[in-house]
DNA sequence: TGAGCGTTCCAAAGCGCTTTGGCTGACTTG
DNA sequence: CAAGTCAGCCAAAGCGCTTTGGAACGCTCA
């Protein structure tokens, strides 16, 4: 059932029920009603291939999705996704991955750009001045940062947490605990998320007049891994933290192992925080001891993108809105005052 | 650039133009050469929505993407992603994420079949008599199934490891070492591959006149927590097993740490083996006590079906064909003989 | 009563590509 | 040498929608 086949049924022109279906003004109420009603009658549906090359939007979203043989996609994306496709799941959006070379992700922007292949898109884990920020701005699609970068003399819409806040606040706390020798286990630091968090442990510590020293910050790809060996080297070191805050749960988990294959304990030896993006699959209250956790679901966070999307590519949402979500500071068992 | 303005530059009909460029025979190698070059030099990209319309294919394969506020997406789905994306990127093909209401798939499925959004789609997860499977087989739309169903009258295109036989190897390894009570802890048994799983288990078992006991079987989505609370539950029974198989190493993370609370020991109190889709950040032999495994790279099926889905969009693969990846058994230290 | 106006509809021209159905001219073939 | 063949090209008809630029009609109002 195509536009011709039912404008013929209805003896209307082809113009006419296209505008009638789209809500146009210059149709009567009674038309547009037998219209809509064949139209639902027949279960016909606008061929989108047809629209598209019409009027140039496709209704779907895009991403660019760095892959390579030792590119790893991140398994807060897969959550990010679940909040993402549940807002447009109820608005028949779809989500194009557009997949590129890691480093050159440049040409793909072009690509789907220049090809009009969706009607927006978003970025995620943005670095300070980050590329693919300024030529999406240029470039002039629609677009939400899951995040925020630094050092552009342009606004830009994004949504992110409060990292430096929630780093200062886990900070705050060790810090009145006691704690003086402080480590941060932190992601990779050309991604902002890791720069905020670094600067609001730092600041946390500094308005106690401590500071975090240089062996004591680490940043690395989030995994069991690295966690496990950055712990390792912190606390086999000759002044070792009493205290870590970790960017991660999965880096958590290794920061357990290291604590136990040392002889240590939580909080006993080392009092632990993290920061848990809510996975479904490991929960902060299931470690050994309970783990102090910063906490924001990532998952709402992709709900939000995508209705900011939406909103963005129907008009309502226009500038460069930034949006900040406060972050909640979760007190369990991992903490407790500096050993004497 | 568009087709019209190329092929006037060039004095040549459209057609020409066309063909030319999509290796069409009927035009001289000389005009062919001419056209190509003419083509890179300005950069003429044909434009995807009007081939689109004109030729129905979309150069996008699709998946369908079961969502809801309660409904988690599996983790290892991004490690698929990964290896597929790798793929289809060196391919130019994009992936279209069509958000669905988990348990009403259909309606998605039909829809973007119809309005041809998608040239091929794969399926995961596939329960037995898989009502998606039926309904994409009959709509005639090419696919491959990442797993297999069971039950069905008719043969259809698939990769699937041998879940089956790994568990096998796996149930007769901690046989030959004298193990008696043996339990699984699985995955959602609704799904193909836990009952395969399963069955190869028992398999192992029977061959020595053993059994599976009904209270030794779990089937729980796999996460930590429902590792430990499964792990917990068998080793707090009367006559507890003395080797547990696992089916991911997210609840192999759980069963360690129930092991731990109730102060017994891997291996000496318990063998483990779990099956690892390899994920870079969790890794068996980071384990307290590494884990043994059977080890199947779930990237590397992600790749291997976007090259299927490619070849059968382009008609280089017809037919059923079914594709079973063998399993590595990889044993490390978390097995040993059974306690006396 | 006839100019002016708003409402409601329509025919047709795109959007940019592929593909069908020729047409032309050079080249074989009996 | 006429008929047949074939390579190489083209014009035009789609694909199914949106949108432009009217046209027809019934009203109002001077």
């Avoid at 109420?29 to 989108?48: I, Q």
């Avoid at 090359?53 to 991403?63: D, E, F, P, V």
């Avoid at 749960?249 to 357990?256: D, K, N, S, T």
Wanted: aromatic letters at 6%.
């Amino acid at each position: 059932m195509n536009l011709k086949q039912l404008s013929h049924m209805l003896s209307l022109s082809q113009t006419t029920v296209s505008r009638a279906l789209n809500g146009y003004p210059e149709v009567s109420e009674e038309t547009r009603r037998r219209v809509v009603d064949a139209a639902k009658r027949h279960g016909y549906r606008p061929n989108p291939s047809a629209r598209r090359l019409a009027t140039g939007k496709s209704g779907m979203i895009g991403y660019v999705l760095p892959t390579g043989a030792s590119v790893d996609i991140d398994p807060h994306f897969v959550e990010f996704l679940s909040g993402l496709g549940d807002y447009a799941r109820s608005h028949e959006l779809d989500l194009v991955l557009s997949p590129a070379d890691a480093g050159d992700e440049e040409t793909t922007y072009r690509r789907i750009v220049a090809n009009r292949q969706v009607d927006a898109v978003y970025l995620s884990a943005p670095r300070p001045a980050d590329k693919r920020l300024a030529l999406v701005n240029k470039l002039g699609i629609p677009f939400i940062v899951h995040g925020r970068s630094e050092g552009f003399d342009f606004d830009y819409p994004y949504l992110d947490i409060d990292n430096e806040g929630a780093f200062h606040e886990a900070g705050r706390l060790l810090v009145q605990l006691g704690h003086k020798r402080l480590a941060l286990i932190n992601g990779n630091d050309r991604e902002t998320f890791a720069i905020h968090r670094e600067r609001g442990m730092r600041r946390a510590l500094a308005t106690s007049g401590l500071m975090l020293g240089e062996r004591h910050v680490c940043s690395l790809t989030m995994t069991e891994e690295n966690g496990y060996r950055a712990a390792r080297r912190l606390l086999e070191d000759s002044e070792p933290p009493t205290a870590i805050a970790c960017s991660s749960l999965i880096m958590a988990l290794g920061v357990v192992r290291a604590v136990r294959d040392l002889g240590l304990t939580i909080p006993g030896d080392l009092s632990l925080v993290a920061h848990d993006d809510v996975f479904p699959w490991l929960r902060p209250e299931n470690f050994p001891v309970p783990l102090s956790t910063t906490r924001s679901s990532i998952r709402l966070a992709g709900a939000r993108v995508a209705e900011r999307l939406a909103a963005r590519i129907s008009g309502l949402e226009e500038g460069a809105r930034g949006e900040v979500w406060p972050v909640d500071l979760v007190v369990r068992g991992s903490v407790a005052g500096a050993p004497a």
